[in-house]
């Protein structure tokens, strides 16, 4: 059976994806994390930022941590039933200022270890929770660091496996020191929403370490003890047998824009610029262009890529019977050369209209001054005698009177009028 489909004209002069918005300070990574059975999230921020530190979902689940209002929370994929695996989330929040946290900075380190969740705020452990249901095993899952961050930016972001708390916190042990105000609810099943083309990373878990293998798995990567590897953006070191540190590759900041990040590059760079349809001209790389009111442009690195739009159209300024759509890529109407203009009276009531090609022309009547739009009485009686005279009205013994587009003069005692603006003595007889 055929299937009819409404096709909207996409005009492509280039294949690039162009949708792209991130802001320059926006770091995005990519690690198959949620892979690794026990990990761990590490980063150190101002106690008054916001936003959100990591995200990691596929077509199924979420994970996300973040920070608002000093109160961190964590949405964690659980599983209501393993056998329908009804997908559900639970948000834990832990408000800050109950723990008594003064700041400047958190250094928080969040720990997955089975169905254990810990968070610890450099050596205090100020939450732990048990989550019998938590599915951390994202199959083809995206990860996004720090993200909508408001504030200075986090420092020290790092993922990895393994314990860290034991060797960091070794000396003087962990304390604990819980919040009092801690929330924990189940969210409405995850409706999944696709993260824009370009972010698409898919990882498969193909790699099998060798039995007894002495070092760590990491991205289908399988690295030696004290071996340093870039991974997908990621500098990683495997420090003992199944713990890793990775951390993210540090990029140059950009100054254009609309920076952009190459395929198969980790860091943001400044397009080139493009000449659309070989014009002299060259426009910036990110610049958007209207060729038409209907035809939306953008320059995307050497490429133009073009569509149809829509568009929202102003009424042209003549009657309708003199509407033409003819020009290409527009899809508003214009109005035709010598088009009744005047018909839709553009002009000032103390206006006269023209039709010319171009449109109306609008003049204000004698008497009045103004563009034509608008236009306004002149005072006669505010000139001067000498302009007065050369008017030719309202001399002597006469008083000046103002009107719409005109004057007139009213005789004082005494005097006759003889003519419209001229008084001249009453002879006594
Ligand atoms: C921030 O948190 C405090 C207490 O935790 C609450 O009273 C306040 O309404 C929150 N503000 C916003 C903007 O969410
Ligand atoms: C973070 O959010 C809170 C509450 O919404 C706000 O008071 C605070 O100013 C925000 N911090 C920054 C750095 O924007
Ligand atoms: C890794 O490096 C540490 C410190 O340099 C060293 O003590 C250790 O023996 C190394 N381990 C291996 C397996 O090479
Ligand atoms: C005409 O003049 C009026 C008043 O000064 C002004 O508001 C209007 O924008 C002008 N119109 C044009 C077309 O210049």
Not at 355 to 382: H, L, V, W
Request: glycine residues 6%; proline residues 6%.
């Amino acid at each position: 059976m055929w299937v009819h489909h409404l096709v909207i004209p996409l005009l492509l002069i280039s294949a690039v994806k162009c949708e792209i918005d991130r802001s320059p300070s926006m770091l995005v990574h990519y690690m198959n994390l949620l892979s690794i059975g026990e990990s761990w999230i590490a980063i150190t921020f101002d106690l008054n930022a916001n936003g959100t530190f990591f995200l990691g979902k596929n077509a199924e689940r979420r994970l996300e941590v973040g920070f608002r209002n000093k109160t961190l929370y964590m949405i964690l994929p659980i599983s209501s039933s393993r056998i329908q695996h009804n997908n559900k989330e639970k948000r834990y929040a832990i408000d800050f200022d109950s723990i008594g946290k003064v700041g400047p900075s958190l250094e928080l380190i969040i720990t997955f270890q089975h169905n254990h969740i810990h968070v610890y705020d450099v050596c205090d452990e100020i939450f732990a929770g048990f989550e019998p249901d938590l599915m951390l095993s994202l199959a083809h899952v995206k990860v996004k660091v720090v993200e909508n961050w408001q504030g200075p930016q986090p420092s020290h972001f790092a993922i990895g496996s393994g314990w860290p708390i034991g060797q960091k916190c070794r000396l003087n042990g962990v304390k604990k020191k819980y919040a009092q105000s801690y929330s924990e609810e189940i969210e409405k099943g995850y409706q999944p929403s696709s993260f824009n083309d370009m972010d698409e990373i898919f990882f498969e878990q193909v790699v099998i370490a060798p039995p007894n293998f002495n070092g760590c798995k990491i991205n289908n990567a399988l690295l030696h003890i004290n071996e340093t590897r870039t991974l997908d953006c990621n500098i990683c070191t495997c420090l003992d047998r199944d713990e890793v540190t990775c951390r993210a590759l540090e990029c140059p900041a950009v100054t254009c824009e609309h920076p952009m990040t190459r395929k198969g590059d980790c860091c943001p760079t400044c397009g080139e610029q493009c000449f659309y349809e070989n014009h002299k001209i060259a426009n910036p790389h990110g610049e958007v262009f209207w060729p038409g009111d209907c035809f939306r442009c953008q320059c995307w690195d050497t490429k133009v890529q073009c569509s149809s739009e829509y568009a929202t159209c102003e009424p042209p300024s003549c009657p309708e019977e003199d509407w033409v759509y003819n020009e290409k890529f527009n899809c508003c109407p214009k109005c035709r050369d010598f088009a009744r203009f005047c018909a839709l009276n553009p002009c000032h009531k103390y206006a006269t209209c023209t039709d010319s090609k171009r449109g109306p022309k609008c003049s204000c009547n004698t008497g009045f001054q103004g563009n034509g739009t608008f236009c306004e009485d002149i005072d006669e009686c505010a000139f001067s005698q000498d302009a007065r005279e050369q008017l030719g009205g309202c001399l002597a013994g006469s008083m000046c009177r103002n009107i719409p587009g005109s004057y007139k003069c009213d005789c004082l005692p005494g005097y006759q009028m003889i003519g419209e603006h001229t008084c001249l003595p009453l002879i006594r007889v």
